[in-house]
């Protein structure tokens, strides 16, 4: 099917703070004629210090207007969310399709040649059931170091990224063999180029593209199944 037939849709996109806004921005240049709605929750960002029942609570309570703007998607742009609350958002809400995130554990582990890879998270996300199931599947046989980053959400939020380490944390990291480093918390996307530029030789990954394609296909479908029953 081409692209010019599938329908105009209105995509929602959820973040506890500003970590949402860049993967909005990134999704509206992908999908021009659809309508990316941004939601977020300043009143309790950062997320990644509450505990699951509360980001479960926060979550569903913070895409209400995203809901009631008629989204058909709506992406949980928030490892932190996703990984704590989707399954309790997807019985809430069983005809919205929700596209979760979750620390890019699998492309990590494959794409690493050292056999170390670093998780840029929450102490949420990385106390989440989710983000252990993964590790268990997917990096049994890789060393992961977890960076303590449970300040960065806050410290991005209010527009003193600069003062993170990020040079000092990939020099570290890079004494210590790793080679790949996942940014499995949406805030750090904004520190992305900072973290390329502090070693070229580093792989640096964050699910942006990942979204794009999820959409992309369930825009297809959904155009599919829509033609087929009218
Ligand atoms: N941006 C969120 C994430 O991807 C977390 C920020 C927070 O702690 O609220 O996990």
């Known amino acids: 099917m081409s692209r010019a037939t599938l329908l105009v849709m209105k995509i929602g996109v959820f973040d506890s703070g500003i970590g949402g806004k860049i993967v909005a921005d990134e999704l509206q240049l992908a999908f021009t ?12 960002v950062p997320y990644g210090n509450k505990s699951p029942e509360e980001i479960q609570q926060l979550t569903l309570l913070a895409i209400t207007p995203l809901i009631n703007a008629g989204c058909t ?3 949980i742009a928030c490892n932190t969310a996703s990984t704590n609350a989707i399954s309790f958002l997807r019985k809430t809400h069983p005809r919205i399709f929700f596209i979760g995130l979750e620390p890019m554990i699998k492309p990590a582990a494959t794409q690493t040649k050292s056999g170390v890879i670093a998780v840029c998270a929450t102490r949420a ?25 449970h300040e960065w959400a806050s410290v991005i939020e209010n527009n003193r990224s600069e003062e993170i380490e990020v040079a000092a944390l990939v020099a570290d990291l890079r ?11 949406t805030h750090y996307h904004w520190l992305k180029k900072r973290f390329q ?11 942006t593209d990942a979204i794009r394609q999820r959409i992309d296909h369930f825009k297809q479908d959904y155009s599919s199944f829509t033609a087929a029953t009218n």
Request: hydrophobic residues 40%; proline residues 3%.
């Open 33 to 44: 004629d659809d309508e990316i709605l941004y939601a977020h929750d300043r009143e309790h």
């Open 73 to 75: 998607v709506i992406v």
């Open 125 to 149: 996300t990385l106390a989440s059931e989710s983000y252990a199931i993964l590790k268990e599947m997917w990096a049994k046989d890789v060393r992961v170091i977890e960076p303590d980053c």
């Open 175 to 185: 004494k210590k063999r790793c080679d790949v480093i996942v940014l499995g918390c």
């Open 197 to 207: 530029n502090a070693n070229q030789n580093m792989i640096i990954l964050e699910p």
